[in-house]
Nanobody
Framework: QVQLVESGGGLVQPGGSLGLSCAARGSFVRINVMGWYRQAPGKERELVATMSSGGRTNYGDSVQGRFTISRDYMKHTVYLQMNSLKPEDTAVYYC?????????????????WGQGTQVTVSS
């Protein structure tokens, strides 16, 4: 069983900064892609940023140049540094990880999600 434990989030003024972190807990063989998605009220969940096990990053268009994703591979943790925040960044942010585990005699590869953390950008 894999759990993603998120921390960070909260209320910040426009133009401010905030950091999120997400640690993977449990028994697994490998964490492949790890990253963040967000969902605002009435909208679909969208990509924020992901980072592969090889360090390749992928950002959503709306956060490019303002947000930075990083990983600590030894701690199985992904971080999201959010700068120059805008009211439209307000959303629930979800950690996501593509994880390989052992299921019986087989390898099982699937997506896991964190519980979500609220980020509110408002004056």
């Amino acid at each position: 069983q894999v759990q993603l434990v998120e921390s960070g989030g909260g209320l910040v003024q426009p133009g401010g900064s905030l950091g999120l972190s997400c640690a993977a807990r449990g028994s697994f063989v490998r964490i492949n892609v790890m990253g963040w998605y967000r969902q605002a009220p009435g909208k679909e969940r969208e990509l924020v940023a992901t980072m592969s096990s090889g360090g390749r990053t992928n950002y959503g268009d709306s956060v490019q140049g303002r947000f930075t994703i990083s990983r600590d591979y030894m701690k199985h943790t992904v971080y999201l540094q959010m700068n120059s925040l805008k009211p439209e960044d307000t959303a629930v942010y979800y950690c996501n990880a593509d994880v390989t585990t052992i299921s019986g005699l087989l390898l099982d590869k699937r997506d896991y999600w964190g519980q979500g953390t609220q980020v509110t950008v408002s004056s």
